[in-house]
Structure formats: structure tokens, C-alpha cells
């Protein structure tokens, strides 16, 4: 049996190994066996995941998933949530949750009914701890728009590429070849000709 921790920063700012210690002492204390530790700083909002990946795939049936809470796993979708789920349990791992006592009792108990009843708790409180996660990822989003639009700020979008403007002047002028010809010739999409040709 291997205890896998999974810790997760959104940010390289943020410090993903600040709760290490913490499920590391967690693991001895339910005997979870051996650790290894896959560490990245990625957005929970994505379900492709680098070192979430790498521990779903060297996982075996009956290894331990631990992680500090709920938001360190999943800001998903409920959609995207559900997937992930179903690859936790096709992989035939234990969820343990070190802010949800609950998991730990399950880990815990070998009566068939107590487990039974901790499982469907468990199930429920993850899925609504997932749920509120990805509010408060959403609501925050929000509050982030909200003060820009305030402060009068105004996304700029990506800036034309000038030299593949010019270029593509320069052959609408000779007037030998045709948009799709252009596009090729300049490496850029046809809307793109378009767009050139129309404000000239």
C-alpha cells in the first residue's frame, strides 16, 4: 500500500509544499504506508493535470489519494468533476481528505455497514466541498472583473503582428495573387487578409 500525496498551488508564487508535512504526519498516523509526494503548482480549474495525471497513472488498486482539502483536488467543473471522480475510482483508490475527518473513519473501520454509510456521507460532502470550491473560484473571478471594470481598465487584445501587415499590403497591392494566396505566402489565416484589406 503507498500513500500518494497530492499537493497543488495555483500560482508559482504560492508555496504547494506548505502542507506537506501535515498529510505526511496524517499518513503515518492511519498507517497508510509508504509516501510519495507529487507536488505542482497548476490551476485547479483544469482537469489535465500534470502531476495529478502521473499519480493517476502510477496508482495502484487499494494506494491512498491524500490531499489537504477539496479545493487542493478539484475547482472543476461538475462535469469535469465527475471524470475525475470516475478515475479515482476505476484506479480503485481511497480518498483521503486531511480537513474531513469522515475519510479518515473510513480508512479506519472494517465494518461493512459503518463503511457503507461513511461512503455515501463521504461521496456527498466531497461532491458539495467541490461544488463550493469552484464558487468561491468563480465568485473571485467575478470580484477581479468587477474592480478592473471599476478602475476603468480595458483589456487590450492581442496586437497585430506589423510585418506580417505589411508583408500582406505590400502583395494586395501587386494585385497577382489571390487572398488564399496571400494567407499562405504570409503564414497568417485568410480573415486575417481580409481584415488588412478591408482598412486599407
Known amino acids: 500500500m503507498i500513500a500518494r500525496i497530492y499537493l497543488r498551488a495555483s500560482t508559482k508564487d504560492q508555496d504547494a509544499h506548505r502542507a506537506q508535512q501535515l498529510l505526511h504526519d496524517l499518513s503515518q498516523s492511519l498507517n497508510l504506508g509508504e509516501t510519495i509526494v507529487y507536488v505542482e503548482n497548476y490551476t485547479g480549474t483544469k482537469l489535465e493535470r500534470p502531476e495529478l495525471n502521473k499519480l493517476l497513472e502510477e496508482a495502484n488498486h487499494g494506494d491512498t489519494l491524500l490531499v489537504e482539502s477539496v479545493d487542493r483536488l478539484s475547482r472543476l467543473s461538475q462535469a469535469d468533476f465527475q471524470v475525475l471522480k470516475r478515475r479515482i475510482q476505476e484506479k480503485g483508490l481511497r480518498l483521503v481528505v486531511a480537513d474531513l475527518p469522515t475519510t479518515h473513519q473510513l480508512i479506519q473501520t472494517n465494518d461493512s455497514i459503518t463503511s457503507s454509510i461513511l461512503d455515501l ?75 488588412v484589406a478591408k482598412s486599407n
Open 121 to 195: 456521507i463521504n461521496n456527498m460532502l466531497i461532491d458539495l466541498l467541490a461544488t463550493m470550491a469552484r464558487l468561491d473560484n468563480e465568485k473571485r473571478i467575478e470580484r477581479i472583473k468587477q474592480g478592473l471594470e471599476r478602475s476603468g481598465y480595458k483589456p487590450k487584445g492581442k496586437a497585430p503582428n506589423q510585418a506580417k501587415h505589411k508583408r500582406i499590403k505590400e502583395l494586395l497591392a501587386l494585385g497577382s495573387m489571390t487572398k488564399e494566396e496571400i494567407a499562405k505566402a504570409v503564414g497568417c489565416g485568410i480573415a486575417t487578409v481580409y481584415r
